[in-house]
């Protein structure tokens, strides 16, 4: 199946200084991913990582450095007004905090009303339009939550009514950025279940960008581990949760928090703090002051993508050190009884949807 939403070597610099003499912050190196209908790509990493920036780039809310990005194999050019609406129709994003999404000062028919307007819905297909959005985002009955203001629903409630005003143009693309982070842990899988839901009946492409790992595993059909601006692994959800190849993926699995672990106490060292924002051309693996497998060449050279399998990528010099760094830590932990330890260093698990 071809991609509808295509980005190649994508790349975003921040200006942070003009004199004495010009700097800037690489927050997106190279990125290249493809989002097709009916599938699901996980872009997972720590906050800072650039998630947030590649969401607001394929949004057409920030013009790329370098690269390009292809609507059904076109090139897309946000300056010009009308191209850029046509664009927005057929891509739309889901914001992290549903609050400050949807205007206070405005009831839950206005937010969808308007979007069905600009695109030109008709008053006499309007109402029937409205109940049906609310109605696939599982809200009802659809007549009193339309009156209602955001600050009357619940944080859950908030987001399916940002979810059904993307709907409401019909988009191909659902750029979803951190869509459960704010919301209570116990709504989370409905969310999620939901967005699933609607993008096998609707046949869209989601990227769903967050910075839990176990969630994508879940979630997603094929999962982008990024770190400073940049794609370190990448490959199917099962490929990168049962078998990863970066030293930086392995670190979220066992950051990744596991009920059964709880009470237990936590042997391991914690990580080494993340380092300052990338500076533009900076040379090396940007991982490498943290990885306990640098080396020189690591701190030289940029490496490039690996492949472990055909559809399963990392970039790391040291792979297969990796991969044994990664089982001697499991059989430690399982000789000394850390359960705990064990469990972060096994494959996530996690519930499945009703």
Known sequence: MSAVLEASGLCKDYEIASWPR??????????SLQLEGGKVVALVGESGSGKSTVARLLAGQ???????????????DVRRRRSYRAYKRTVQMIFQDPFASLNPAHTVRYHLQRALRIYGTTKADEAGQLRSLLEQVRLSPPEPTLERYPHELSGGQRQRVAIARALAVQPRVLLADEPVSMLD?????????????????????????THDIASARYFADEILVMYSGAIVERGTAEQVTQHPGHPYTQLLLRSAPDPDAFGQALQRSPAPARTADTPAGQQGCHFSP??????????????????????HLAACWHLGAA????????????????????????????????
């Open 22 to 31: 010009r700097a800037s912050v690489a927050a997106v190196r190279d990125v």
């Open 62 to 76: 920030e013009r790329p450095s370098r690269g390009r990005i292809l609507l059904e194999g076109k090139p897309v």
């Open 185 to 209: 842990v116990s709504i989370r899988l409905e969310i999620l279940t939901l967005l699933d839901g609607l993008r096998k009946r609707l046949g869209l492409a989601v990227l769903y960008i």
């Open 290 to 311: 943290r990885c306990p497998l640098a080396t020189d060449q690591c701190r030289q050279q940029d490496p490039e993508p690996q492949t472990l399998t055909a559809s």
């Open 323 to 354: 991969a044994e760094h990664h089982r001697q830590a499991r059989e430690l932990a399982a000789a000394a009884g850390d359960v705990s330890a064990v469990q972060a260093t096994s494959p996530v698990r996690l519930p499945h949807a009703p």
